[in-house]
């Protein structure tokens, strides 16, 4: 197959969904598969490993400069012709999406789009409520458009059906177990957090509200004024526009800024407990990688984090917001006890069975039956206008 991938950010590591369209497209690779890659924001100085990766033109997008606002140009539709993809998948479901998406739609190539982000939960958090309604609308003729919507779990595709979006399939979400191992851990590392003796408390992702981050300040500052406060050390691993906020409110924290490579596995691993109350996350990879790195982990009722939770019974499930529960499962894993060495066993062991080659195949697969049978149509036709 010739898959044409369209993500709005293709920087490695930059975030979840990003790590995941990286294993999506080597797993292609690995398979014979061809894939050419779009975006505005692409790594600078890397050449994907001969993969072909085109940068369109962008403007950085306000109040949210790490991300970039593109442009499908006529230039992008000559690509796209020259390349003759036989589907095509969208990451991001933006304005440069809906040109991929009409494109294909036009030159009757299947389409499918991936569901990693709920943009439309983090409205809310910038007093945008009344924008959520239209978002969906727009949502649900964007996906009702594509042969295929691929859900990262069960709830997701539940609450996508929900707005009568139609073709769901899953395609979760795997883990590099060579990568994210609990013998990664350090204690040098963990002498230089001055962490020594210290229950390590981890969180993982971007520095702004919309990842709940005043729950991990009020968690801290709950810490920082009670007994425990030399028991434990913060660690935050990411950046993000409230990163000032939370140094001035966490000065005995220890900030990371953004771990790629083998250092952000180094770092889960010298962690002991992952503190992540996000509640607007589609599949919560970060919980995932903390899990395969040892660290059970303490998430929201609400969003992907909790899914991964329950199944692999690695962690505790929190009331969304309730900073008195999230505290209070942080103290009741400090120090090695038995239930934290019984959640630290089922995480590893969950983990152990999220590869990206079982998780990937099944995308690979059902891509090619979408193929096939858009050929078929196609042969049918021509034979129909010759009789």
């Given at each position: ?154 709830s997701v595709r539940h609450k996508l059906a929900g707005y009568a979006i139609r073709n769901i399939e899953i395609w979760s979400r795997g883990v590099d177990k060579e990568l994210f191992d609990p013998f990664r851990r350090s ?201």
């Open positions: 197959m010739k898959i044409a991938l369209y993500a709005g950010t293709y920087v490695r590591d930059k975030d979840g969904a990003v790590k995941s369209i990286y294993q999506l497209v080597s797993s292609f690779r690995k398979k014979g598969h061809r894939v050419a890659v779009w975006s505005p924001d692409v790594t600078k100085g890397d050449n994907h490993s001969g993969l072909t990766v085109r940068r369109m033109p962008s403007v950085p997008i306000p109040l949210y400069p790490d991300y970039k606002l593109g442009f499908f140009t006529n230039e992008t539709r000559r690509q796209l012709d020259a390349f003759a993809p036989d589907i095509v998948h969208i990451s991001t479901p933006d304005i440069i999406g809906r040109k991929f998406l009409l494109y294909a739609r036009n030159k009757n190539i299947p389409v499918a789009s991936a569901f990693h982000t709920d943009f439309p939960s983090y409205f809310s958090y910038y007093r945008l409520g009344f924008a959520v309604k239209h978002a969906w609308k727009y949502l649900t003729w964007f996906y009702n458009n594509c042969n295929m919507v691929l859900a990262p779990n069960e204690e040098k590392l963990r002498s230089e957090w001055n962490a020594t003796g210290r229950t390590v408390i981890v969180y993982a992702g971007r520095f702004v509200l919309y990842k709940d981050i005043e729950v991990v300040m009020s968690v801290y500052d709950r810490f920082m004024q009670g007994e425990y406060a030399d028991q434990v050390r913060f660690v935050m691993i990411g950046s993000g526009p409230e990163e000032e906020e939370m140094k001035r409110r966490m000065p005995e924290a220890v900030f990371t800024s953004y771990l790629t490579g083998e250092e952000l596995p180094e770092a889960y691993a010298s962690g002991d407990i992952f503190l992540f109350p996000s509640t607007t996350e589609a599949f919560c990879n970060v919980a995932l990688e903390a899990l395969a790195s040892g660290l059970p982990v303490i998430v929201s009722d609400v969003g992907g984090c909790r899914d991964i939770a329950d199944r692999s019974a690695a962690g505790f499930v929190v009331h969304e917001g309730c900073v008195d529960d999230f505290y209070g499962k942080c103290l009741a894993l400090l120090g090695d006890s038995l239930r934290y060495r019984e959640l630290r066993a089922c995480g590893l062991a969950y983990a152990e069975m999220q590869s990206w080659s079982a998780v990937n195949g099944f995308v690979i697969d059902r891509y090619q039956e979408l193929v096939d049978r858009a050929k078929r149509s196609a042969e049918e036709r021509v034979l129909s206008f010759e009789g």
